[in-house]
């Protein structure tokens, strides 16, 4: 169960059970929660490591449950994939955030925002239309908006994958390939994929100081991705080490808990 403090500071307590989406009476109650606006977007800075500029912001999805409270997206992404309601929470995340980069824009703060496309919605055919007709009706430029793709979400359909990504970037839209180093992708797929930008999944970052094989890994990561032409975002940097590594490293961009949890984009701290 997720904890909400007044800062807008979250924390998940670990408590398994009552997050279990059959405690939660599944997609009925889901449904409920698109529809009476339940279902919020936290927005997690990244940062310009070179400038230590904010570069962006990731959108994460979070339910506020009348009843059990802030329930993390772990619990309820899969339970929404396999009801069939990815397809309007996809819809509902990107058009919050695509609003709240408008926002953003008016205020003079021009923000990337990313938002996470699931398997299931790169794969039913209707990404492309959903993100033309939200950008249209948002009025933001295909540029202020990134696309983050699991790497065994692509992996699941690798050609597809592909057509989607090009399409979408033939548009301007950004695209990233999320949790890179944990879905076995081939480098030929790698090689092919019409995407901007490689983050690192945060298992990769922890433990830098004792584990060397993890230095090295990322270390690898950052070259491979700047070898193809791509920036190359770490995930999940959440000490000073972990920061001062991946400047030497060359890391582009670096997002984590040191930099700033996911927040209500009111609560984001400005530069
Ligand atoms: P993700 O895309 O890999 O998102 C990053 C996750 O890492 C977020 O968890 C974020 O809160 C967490 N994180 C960020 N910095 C740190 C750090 O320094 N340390 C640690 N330990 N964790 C950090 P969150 O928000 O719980 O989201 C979990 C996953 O749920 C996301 O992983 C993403 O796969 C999925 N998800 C979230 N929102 C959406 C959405 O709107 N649509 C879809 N399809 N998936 C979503
Ligand atoms: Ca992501
Ligand atoms: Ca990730
Ligand atoms: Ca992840």
């Known amino acids: 169960r997720a904890k909400q ?17 059959e405690r939660l009476g599944y997609g009925g109650a889901l449904r409920e929660a698109l529809d009476c606006g339940q279902l919020q977007v ?10 230590g500029e904010l570069a962006g912001v990731e959108a994460l999805a979070r339910w506020q449950h009348p009843t059990q409270g802030l329930i993390p997206p772990d619990s309820f992404i ?13 819809a ?36 492309v239309d959903e993100v033309v007709q939200q950008l249209e009706q ?33 548009l301007g839209v950004r695209m990233a ?11 030929a797929y790698l090689r092919d994929l019409p995407v901007d930008v490689l983050k690192i999944d945060r298992s990769f970052l922890q433990d830098l100081s004792t584990n060397c094989r ?31 590594l991946l400047q030497d490293l060359g890391c582009d961009q670096g997002q984590g808990y040191l930099f700033g949890r996911p927040v209500p984009a009111a609560d984001l701290v400005h530069p």
């Not at 007044?6 to 307590?13: L, N, S």
């Not at 899969?78 to 996809?90: C, D, H, K, N, S």
């Not at 933001?140 to 994958?161: C, D, G, I, K």
């Open 42 to 51: 936290h927005y997690q800075p990244k940062r310009d490591l070179r400038t």
């Open 138 to 170: 948002t009025r933001t430029p295909a540029s202020a908006l990134e696309l983050e793709l699991t790497e065994s979400a692509v992996m699941s359909n690798p050609e597809q994958a592909m057509a989607v990504a090009a399409r979408l970037r033939e």
């Open 5 to 21: 403090h007044g800062t807008g500071v979250e924390t998940y307590e670990a408590d398994a059970d009552l997050n279990r989406p």
């Open 78 to 90: 899969p339970l929404a994939e396999q009801t069939g309601l990815i397809r309007p929470l996809t």
């Open 214 to 244: 993890n230095v090295s890994i990322v270390r690898s990561v950052i070259d491979l991705g700047h070898n193809l032409g791509m920036r190359v975002v770490a995930e999940g940097v959440e000490t000073p080490e972990a920061l001062d």
């Open 92 to 127: 509902h995340v990107l058009a919050a955030a695509l609003e709240q980069a408008a926002r953003w824009a008016a205020a003079g703060l021009r923000l990337h925002v990313a938002v996470n496309v699931s398997a299931r919605s790169l794969h039913d055919g209707s990404l």
């Open 177 to 187: 390939l999320d949790d890179f180093g944990t879905g076995y992708s081939s480098l």
